[in-house]
């Protein structure tokens, strides 16, 4: 089975500041990866398909990166709704889900 | 617009089934295939497996293979998860969503979320 390891596995960053979240695939996937955030409480959210594609309606200061293994998200600038748990998705396969980063907004 | 919404918590004792429901509006129900999701309290998310509607053909993720079973009734544009044998890790909130992708898999749109509790 596909494995998929999100790191760091909870993160804490300022308004404004540009991070990046990691997603690493146990097996080439291609560029097949989704992104999603969920708040507490709430369904997820589709982010980012196909490894680098923004969903309609998702801020444009959400990107996404990477194939093969090694995928990144990145967010440009902080806001105070990004305060959520980011999920990586492999969609080549198993549709398995990394553990998931947590982000707080100092 | 998009809507998915699904039936109300559930309370189950161990060894009991439960059935889930995810009633779809504002597209054509049968254009797109119905996942389905779980998430077990301060967990991550789970992939259970997905139906075709338009068909009925399904596919499960290996861990639920022979336990659960996702129908639909076009009819009333209704998607359906079954879950038998309950446990009581099987206390999870459960979502549908719908996926929007072609040739790969998105889930665009989801449900409100169901819990399930199982309990003694």
């Known amino acids: 089975d596909i494995q998929m390891t999100q790191s760091p596995s909870s993160l804490s960053a300022s308004l404004g500041d540009r991070v990046s979240l990691t997603c690493r695939a146990s097996?080439?996937?291609?560029?097949?990866l989704n992104w999603y955030q969920q708040r507490p409480g709430k369904a997820p959210k589709l982010l980012i398909f196909?490894?680098?594609s923004l969903q309609s309606g998702a801020p444009s200061r959400f990107s996404g990166s990477g194939s093969g293994t090694d995928f990144t998200l990145t967010i440009s600038s902080l806001q105070p709704e990004d305060s959520a748990t980011y999920y990586c998705?492999?969609?080549?396969?198993?549709?398995?889900f990394g553990q998931g980063t947590r982000l707080q907004i100092e | 617009q998009v809507q998915l919404v699904q039936s109300g918590a559930e309370v189950k004792k161990p060894g009991a089934s439960v059935k889930v429901s995810c009633k779809a509006s504002?597209?054509?129900?049968?254009?797109?295939?119905m996942h389905w999701v779980r998430q077990a309290p301060g967990q991550g998310l789970e992939w259970m497996g997905w139906?075709?509607?338009?068909?009925?053909?399904?596919k499960y993720a290996q861990k639920f293979q022979g336990r659960v079973t996702m129908t639909r009734d076009t009819s009333i544009s209704t998607a359906y998860m079954e879950m038998d044998n309950l446990k009581s890790d099987d206390t999870a909130v459960y979502y549908c969503?719908?996926?929007?992708?072609?040739?790969?898999?998105?889930?665009?749109?989801w449900g409100q979320g169901t819990l399930v509790t199982i309990s003694s």
């Open positions: 139906i075709n509607p338009n068909n009925g053909g399904t």
């Open positions: 196909v490894a680098s």
């Open positions: 504002g597209y054509t129900f049968t254009g797109y295939h």
């Open positions: 998705q492999d969609s080549y396969n198993t549709l398995t």
């Open positions: 969503a719908r996926d929007v992708c072609s040739g790969t898999y998105c889930l665009d749109y």
């Open positions: 097996q080439n996937i291609g560029n097949n």
